[in-house]
């Protein structure tokens, strides 16, 4: 809106609702046209107080066994957690879905509880995207494959985590994504997934006067080693991160 405006209109008055009272109106109007870039950089983000929230550093090359560690970890391991997973694109959604779908979904030595994967993103059709979200309503857990489509407007009940497996762009869609948690007046928590290269993203979270605290990789990898079929794979992944130690300073 600031922007259409400084295109529109000529010599523009911004009138605030909220904040100190001020006389005047240059000031006011050079509020209006002021970069929006430099607005945003100092703009402050309410998020939830009940709301935890994480971030792991993770290589490129095991992000997806990471991901599939963390659901096996809340979902099979664990008892009524239900997971909304944000990734870039409806194909990614379909893709992780299918995946996760025949692998995590098989049989298990463990006799655990089998997972339940739903998918959600804009080419889906109405009734399909309503079908999900009655679905997800009435389950007690599940996971929630899906695109930013998923990430304003939707009150899904006790939905305990939000894992952004694809980083957002701006501040401000993070706090959209993890505001499908912690609702009205109830707990949750949020998991952050960023490379090596993108853990600027943390300082600009901070300058929102958001603060995340570090979930360390060799947790999420260990939730491997607790079910027979993926044991194996995950004495190698816990080798390399033993070797290879990150830091969130890159």
Known sequence: VTRLADVCLNDPVSIHVSGPASSDLTASSSALTSDPATASQ???FAVPEALQQFVVVVPSKIRLVCLAAFILGKCKFSQNNK???????CEAVEFLHSLF???LCGS???QKPRLSFLRLHGNMKQE?????????????????????????????????????????????????RVGRTARIGG??????????AETAFITE????????????????LSNLMMDDTYKGRGKYYSEVRRRRPLRLDG
């Open 42 to 44: 100092s703009e402050s």
């Open 83 to 89: 997971l909304i997973v944000f990734v870039s694109s």
């Open 101 to 103: 779908t025949s692998v």
């Open 108 to 110: 298990s030595t463990n």
């Open 128 to 176: 399909e995207r309503s079908e999900v979200f009655q679905q997800l309503s009435v389950s007690q857990s599940g996971v929630l494959l899906c695109t930013d489509v998923a990430a304003r407007g939707l009150d899904l009940p006790q939905v305990t985590w939000i894992v952004q497996y694809t980083p957002p762009t701006m501040a401000a869609e993070y706090v959209h």
């Open 187 to 196: 707990r949750g928590s949020s998991l952050l997934f960023l490379t090596p």
């Open 205 to 220: 979270l901070a300058n929102h006067n958001i603060s995340l605290s570090e979930m360390k990789l060799q947790d999420i």
